[in-house]
């Protein structure tokens, strides 16, 4: 499954905007059957060359933190998330990016605390898996979309749109140790989103 991914933005010390992901985020992806192309910001991507996109973790939604960092990122993802709606291919967003996708699923955010560090999640089928976390927004329930997993205090770790291919997850897989259950499940189902 070839796969665009959209990074993260950051600001140097020189006051220079660049792209930046974790250098495990890529490799993982390619351990577990998809083939990455980073997409470049400033730069039309050729979706039609995909058959999916992956959106990293990083930065906040525009909308609740203002930035000119946040503001970039939020326009570039707005170009390809809109193509990617029209060409029907699966989304996948990955914490930031999973807010991202919320968000053009109308969710609302809260601003949570506690929410950095490794933390129980349910299943939507009673499993429990033990995921990280390093958000300070939570997707609160009223999203157009089924709910996956969720923390202890009802906020929503996982979700899904079958109609829009779109899925999200508030955990960086790229962070673990070993892949978890958790991160394994939504790569399957990723998968079948096709």
């Known amino acids: ?3 665009g991914v959209i990074s993260k933005l950051i600001k140097s010390s020189y006051g220079e905007t660049m792209q930046a992901i974790d250098l495990r985020f890529c490799p993982i992806l ?3 059957g998809f083939k990455t192309n980073l997409l470049i910001y400033g730069k039309t991507p050729n979706l039609k060359e995909l058959d999916a996109v992956i959106i990293s973790g ?3 939604l525009n909308s609740l933190i203002s930035n000119d960092i946040n503001a970039a990122r939020d326009e570039f993802e707005t170009i390809v998330l809109n193509e990617c709606l029209k060409l029907n ?3 996948l967003g990955i914490c930031k990016g999973a807010q991202s996708l919320a968000n053009i699923l109308g969710a609302k955010f809260k601003k949570i605390d506690n929410h950095v560090g490794v933390h129980e999640i349910l299943w939507r089928n009673g499993k429990k898996f033990e995921v990280n976390s390093y958000h300070n927004w939570a997707i609160e329930y009223n999203l157009n979309g089924e709910i996956l997993a969720t923390s202890s205090d009802n906020t929503v770790e996982a979700f899904i ?3 829009k291919k779109i899925i999200g997850a508030m955990w960086h897989f790229e962070r673990e140790e070993t892949l978890s259950a958790a991160s394994k499940e939504i790569f399957k189902i990723f998968k079948e989103l096709k």
């Open 1 to 3: 499954m070839k796969v």
């Open 30 to 32: 390619e351990q577990n």
């Open 58 to 60: 990083g930065n906040d």
């Open 89 to 91: 291919l699966p989304i």
């Open 161 to 163: 749109n079958n109609d």
